[in-house]
């Protein structure tokens, strides 16, 4: 694997050797980072870890002393009466009755439910971040194409200018041939013709590499103008995971989080609820209700609720948590299995480039011989231009299938690392 990306290396540019100031480079690395960066949908992480903090500061207020004021006007039909007079007591209760009341009460033992809470918002957030960190890592994929893209573009114009320096030269030696009266006007000509169709491909490949460009910039949001595309070093020798560690797990592990925290959460409602309890009001009667005047009064106490309807659709409600975590762990368990699977076709893929490269470079070995004692016999006069023209593009053709190969490897290599999660 060293001597293939050696051999990229090889094919990079000619002019990255001159004695002028090198180009900025781009690294792929880098053009992943910006466009996770760059991705509108990446705000929504912040945005749900500042709704959760909201949600959790205002369960974490319900153990805050609650203050409440009520009034009450009515009038009755009827009221208590004495059934026998008492002498020197009157007892008349007035058919209209007013009260107003204000009441402070201090929750001491909540059953659970506010700690509950914070979990399963805690745990609903979590949900939320795994979808939207699943959906950037997709982004992964679409960002290495473009640029491995760029990267193949880059290889085919280099092979396009080895291939015009070639014609050029036999071009000039067709001349050279041709002022000697021994070859005719017709063989340059055909040289010519290459000559124009080399230069109507590279045309073609630049259009294509502005296109490819404008995407990673628009995905990026960076300008990428005179910078030069670098080919990532990676050894496939060295990609044997162990593990997977995709963002799809992650949520998964949050899933089966958040069915843990509404299983909790299923206790706290059969809990019974303590609250300490203050009022003071005004009111005609009071508490007194023998006197028929407006009096001040208050009461203290300690009150108990315990809603034990929850008990009826507790069993029920706890089956389909259960069911709804037998679920996620069996997607899981999907998930690994596709995933392996997977695996060995993208390692196939690898093995399959690696030996395609091998072969390459042996073909690419025997056009250069061929091609050069093309050139020379066709000097000699044994062969025809049409001869000659007809290896240098085979020679051409196998370069470029090398490169083609050679990109192949790479998004094999990549598709493999995202597959694991790397």
Same mark, same amino acid.
């Given at each position: /694997?060293? !001597?293939?990306? !050696? #051999?990229?290396? @090889?094919?990079?540019?000619?002019?990255?050797?001159?004695?002028?100031?090198?180009?900025?480079?781009? *690294? =792929?690395?880098?053009?992943?980072?910006?466009?996770?960066?760059?991705?509108?949908?990446?705000?929504?992480?912040?945005?749900?870890?500042?709704?959760?903090?909201?949600?959790?500061?205002?369960?974490?207020? %319900?153990?805050?002393?609650?203050?409440?004021? %009520?009034?009450? @006007?009515?009038?009755? %039909?009827?009221?208590?009466?004495?059934?026998?007079?008492?002498?020197?007591?009157?007892?008349?209760?007035?058919?209209?009755?007013?009260?107003?009341?204000?009441?402070?009460?201090? +929750?001491?033992?909540?059953?659970?439910?506010?700690?509950?809470?914070?979990?399963?918002?805690?745990?609903? @957030?979590?949900?939320?971040?795994?979808?939207?960190?699943?959906?950037?890592?997709?982004?992964?994929? !679409?960002?290495?194409?473009?640029?491995?893209?760029?990267?193949?573009?880059?290889?085919?114009?280099?092979? #396009?200018?080895?291939?015009?320096?070639?014609?050029?030269?036999?071009?000039?030696?067709?001349?050279?041939?041709?002022?000697?009266?021994?070859?005719?006007?017709?063989?340059?000509?055909?040289?010519?013709? #290459?000559?124009?169709?080399?230069?109507?491909?590279? &045309?073609?490949?630049?259009?294509?590499?502005?296109?490819?460009?404008? /995407?990673? $910039?628009?995905?990026?949001?960076?300008?990428?103008?005179? &910078?030069?595309? +670098?080919?990532?070093?990676?050894?496939?020798?060295?990609?044997?995971?162990?593990?997977? *560690?995709?963002? $799809?797990?992650?949520?998964?592990?949050?899933?089966?989080?958040?069915?843990?925290?509404?299983?909790?959460?299923?206790?706290?409602?059969?809990?019974?609820?303590?609250?300490?309890?203050?009022?003071?009001?005004?009111?005609?009667?009071?508490?007194?209700?023998?006197?028929?005047?407006?009096?001040?009064?208050?009461? @203290?106490?300690?009150? /108990?609720?315990?809603? =034990?309807?929850?008990?009826?659709?507790?069993?029920?409600?706890?089956?389909?948590?259960?069911?709804? +975590?037998?679920?996620?762990?069996?997607?899981?368990?999907?998930?690994?299995?596709?995933?392996?699977?997977?695996?060995?076709?993208?390692?196939?893929?690898?093995?399959?480039?690696?030996?395609?490269?091998?072969?390459?470079?042996?073909?690419?070995?025997?056009?250069?011989?061929?091609?050069?004692?093309?050139?020379?016999?066709?000097? #000699?006069?044994?062969?025809?231009? *049409?001869?000659?023209?007809?290896?240098?593009?085979?020679?051409?053709?196998?370069?470029?299938?090398?490169?083609?190969?050679?990109?192949?490897?790479?998004?094999?290599?990549?598709?493999?690392?995202?597959? /694991?999660?790397?």
């Amino acid at each position: /694997m060293k !001597r293939i990306f !050696r #051999n990229i290396i @090889a094919v990079l540019p000619v002019f990255i050797l001159c004695l002028k100031p090198a180009a900025a480079q781009v *690294t =792929i690395d880098q053009c992943l980072k910006m466009a996770r960066e760059n991705y509108p949908q990446i705000r929504q992480l912040g945005l749900i870890d500042e709704a959760a903090q909201y949600d959790i500061a205002g369960t974490a207020k %319900s153990w805050l002393p609650h203050f409440s004021i %009520s009034g009450k @006007a009515a009038y009755q %039909s009827d009221v208590v009466e004495m059934p026998f007079d008492i002498p020197g007591f009157t007892f008349d209760l007035p058919h209209d009755q007013y009260s107003l009341v204000g009441e402070i009460s201090q +929750t001491i033992w909540d059953g659970g439910t506010a700690g509950s809470q914070k979990k399963v918002t805690a745990s609903g @957030a979590l949900v939320q971040k795994g979808q939207v960190e699943v959906s950037l890592y997709a982004l992964n994929q !679409r960002v290495e194409q473009i640029y491995l893209g760029i990267l193949l573009i880059d290889g085919q114009l280099e092979q #396009n200018s080895i291939l015009a320096g070639s014609l050029e030269r036999n071009a000039g030696h067709a001349q050279a041939c041709i002022d000697n009266g021994t070859a005719y006007r017709s063989d340059l000509e055909m040289i010519e013709v #290459n000559i124009l169709n080399c230069e109507q491909q590279r &045309q073609e490949l630049l259009k294509d590499r502005e296109a490819y460009i404008a /995407m990673l $910039e628009k995905l990026t949001g960076a300008q990428f103008g005179g &910078q030069e595309f +670098t080919v990532p070093d990676i050894d496939s020798e060295g990609l044997v995971p162990e593990t997977v *560690t995709r963002p $799809e797990l992650g949520l998964y592990d949050a899933q089966i989080m958040q069915q843990d925290a509404l299983k909790q959460q299923l206790n706290s409602k059969i809990s019974p609820k303590f609250s300490l309890s203050l009022q003071g009001g005004v009111g005609r009667p009071g508490l007194n209700i023998l006197k028929n005047t407006f009096q001040p009064y208050w009461t @203290a106490g300690i009150k /108990m609720s315990w809603d =034990i309807g929850a008990l009826y659709t507790r069993r029920d409600e706890k089956r389909k948590i259960d069911a709804q +975590t037998r679920k996620i762990e069996s997607d899981r368990e999907t998930f690994l299995f596709n995933t392996d699977i997977d695996v060995m076709q993208m390692k196939s893929e690898i093995a399959k480039a690696e030996d395609l490269l091998e072969k390459d470079r042996k073909i690419i070995l025997l056009r250069e011989s061929i091609r050069s004692a093309g050139e020379e016999q066709y000097r #000699n006069g044994v062969i025809t231009m *049409t001869d000659l023209m007809s290896r240098i593009d085979d020679e051409y053709d196998a370069k470029v299938a090398e490169s083609i190969h050679k990109i192949q490897l790479l998004m094999a290599i990549y598709n493999l690392k995202n597959c /694991m999660g790397y």
